[in-house]
């Protein structure tokens, strides 16, 4: 009847009674708890905060599986921990299941001659006294127990140590639901990105089959502006493709690395444009700055426009020729520079023109992009500036 006894006596004790000196540490231990988020780490911060505030050889927490009732040994402390750790207690079983089924506090100081107890979990372990107290959910539900065991220098738990050890494990409870709800939600966002990763790969697939399909005609057709647009066509193809490729490959969720994507797009366009019997090169030159998926994309597309007029104007009548690409960040504003050594384009041409697809495209991604092309003939070969902001 001791439980009984022990367990009328705590409800006239609160916090108030206790010495300055426990109350200090109890705040100290909780603090501790309250800034663990992983729950390994969170139980076994518990385990050890439970040890030093209750003054004990060993403790431990056992998560209830609400399906069996079971209850689970999760990071003990103590002589034995290794021993009991993942062990389970069958439902209603010892200390722990008779806590459970009451929803109240369980105090002994001599518990192997207890009822209740269950000493089935260690065989080189003598449980001198113990003190196991509920832990309950904001939903009203019991979700584990919290046990310390054995404490030092022979001395013997009192009513006083109950309210002491319902404050601690109070804070390991909601520290215990906030951890699972983080893990919930890490779960979640885990599913949503492998799903996020299948649709980038589906896209992907898509578009690399008709690129592919492209890529076989265009040896076929001999009308050369028919094989000019398949060509610019393909381009464009592969400056989307691209980037589904790096968020499906890469793991890049939230931004892209701008220059390792445009160096892949320019070699891709450097391959698909170049004109065998002349030798012109693209120099990439680029800092390193993270934007997002859409703005890369955005920037591929204007990118691959302003190359394919360079590439289609800018070296008539040469045998070779280089394209120097620039890209770097300024004031908050990603820079990309884009100029060559050929004849420039034509005198009509104008940037934001619609009289092209390509200069279509060129001006409706600049208006999504929020940025700015400025485009001049030099003494030698062009220049367009592009500008636009980082974030946002």
């Given at each position: 009847?001791?439980?009984?006894l022990?367990?009328?006596?705590?409800?006239?004790?609160?916090?108030?009674?206790?010495?300055?000196?426990?109350?200090?540490?109890?705040?100290e231990?909780?603090?501790?708890?309250?800034r663990?988020?992983?729950?390994?780490?969170?139980?076994?911060?518990?385990m050890?905060?439970?040890?030093?505030?209750?003054?004990?050889?060993?403790?431990?927490?056992?998560?209830?599986?609400?399906?069996?009732?079971?209850?689970?040994?999760s990071?003990?402390?103590?002589?034995?921990?290794?021993?009991?750790?993942?062990?389970?207690?069958?439902?209603?079983?010892g200390?722990?299941?008779?806590?459970?089924?009451?929803?109240?506090?369980?105090?002994?100081?001599?518990?192997?001659?207890?009822?209740?107890?269950?000493?089935?979990?260690?065989?080189?372990?003598?449980?001198?006294?113990?003190?196991?107290?509920?832990?309950?959910?904001?939903?009203?539900?019991?979700?584990?127990?919290?046990?310390?065991?054995?404490?030092?220098?022979?001395?013997?738990?009192?009513?006083?140590?109950?309210?002491?050890?319902?404050?601690?494990?109070?804070?390991?409870?909601?520290?215990?639901?906030?951890?699972?709800?983080?893990?919930r939600?890490?779960?979640?966002?885990?599913?949503?990105?492998?799903?996020?990763?299948?649709?980038?790969?589906?896209?992907?697939?898509?578009?690399?089959?008709?690129?592919?399909?492209?890529?076989?005609?265009?040896?076929?057709?001999?009308?050369?502006?028919?094989?000019?647009?398949?060509?610019?066509?393909?381009?464009?193809?592969?400056?989307?493709?691209?980037?589904?490729?790096?968020?499906?490959?890469?793991?890049?969720?939230?931004?892209?690395?701008?220059g390792?994507?445009?160096?892949?797009?320019?070699?891709?366009?450097?391959?698909?444009?170049?004109?065998?019997?002349?030798?012109?090169?693209?120099?990439?030159?680029?800092?390193?700055?993270?934007?997002?998926?859409?703005?890369?994309?955005?920037?591929?597309?204007?990118?691959?426009?302003?190359?394919?007029?360079?590439?289609?104007?800018?070296?008539?009548?040469?045998?070779?020729?280089?394209?120097?690409?620039?890209?770097?960040?300024?004031?908050?504003?990603?820079?990309?520079?884009?100029?060559?050594?050929?004849?420039?384009?034509?005198?009509?041409?104008?940037?934001r023109?619609?009289?092209?697809?390509?200069?279509?495209?060129?001006?409706?991604?600049?208006k999504?992009?929020?940025?700015?092309?400025?485009?001049?003939?030099?003494?030698?070969?062009?220049?367009?500036?592009?500008?636009?902001?980082?974030?946002?």
């Amino acid at each position: 009847m001791e439980k009984e006894l022990d367990s009328q006596a705590f409800q006239k004790i609160d916090l108030q009674d206790q010495p300055r000196e426990s109350l200090q540490l109890l705040l100290e231990t909780i603090e501790g708890i309250n800034r663990t988020v992983e729950l390994k780490s969170l139980l076994a911060e518990s385990m050890e905060a439970t040890r030093i505030v209750m003054r004990t050889e060993a403790s431990s927490l056992m998560l209830l599986d609400q399906s069996t009732g079971e209850l689970f040994v999760s990071l003990p402390t103590g002589p034995v921990k290794e021993e009991i750790k993942g062990k389970s207690i069958p439902k209603h079983k010892g200390v722990g299941g008779w806590v459970v089924e009451n929803r109240e506090p369980f105090l002994s100081n001599n518990v192997e001659e207890s009822e209740v107890f269950w000493g089935d979990l260690a065989e080189n372990f003598n449980t001198r006294n113990i003190l196991c107290v509920p832990l309950i959910s904001k939903d009203d539900e019991v979700i584990g127990v919290l046990q310390a065991i054995n404490r030092r220098q022979n001395e013997e738990f009192t009513p006083h140590d109950i309210p002491v050890f319902q404050a601690l494990a109070s804070h390991v409870t909601v520290a215990i639901e906030r951890s699972r709800q983080i893990e919930r939600l890490h779960s979640r966002l885990k599913e949503k990105e492998v799903m996020l990763t299948e649709t980038h790969h589906r896209i992907k697939n898509n578009l690399s089959v008709i690129a592919g399909l492209i890529e076989m005609e265009l040896p076929s057709v001999t009308d050369a502006d028919a094989k000019e647009v398949l060509q610019t066509t393909y381009t464009r193809i592969q400056s989307m493709m691209r980037v589904h490729d790096l968020l499906c490959e890469k793991g890049l969720f939230k931004d892209i690395e701008l220059g390792f994507y445009l160096r892949q797009l320019t070699e891709q366009i450097e391959r698909t444009l170049g004109d065998m019997p002349k030798d012109i090169a693209i120099d990439l030159k680029a800092e390193n700055i993270h934007i997002s998926a859409n703005k890369a994309l955005l920037c591929g597309i204007v990118l691959n426009e302003l190359l394919v007029n360079i590439f289609k104007h800018g070296f008539k009548d040469l045998d070779h020729g280089k394209v120097t690409v620039d890209l770097y960040k300024e004031s908050e504003e990603v820079n990309l520079s884009i100029s060559d050594n050929g004849v420039g384009l034509p005198d009509d041409f104008e940037v934001r023109s619609s009289k092209t697809i390509g200069m279509w495209i060129i001006d409706v991604m600049l208006k999504k992009l929020d940025g700015n092309l400025e485009f001049e003939n030099q003494d030698q070969g062009s220049h367009f500036h592009m500008s636009f902001p980082a974030e946002g």
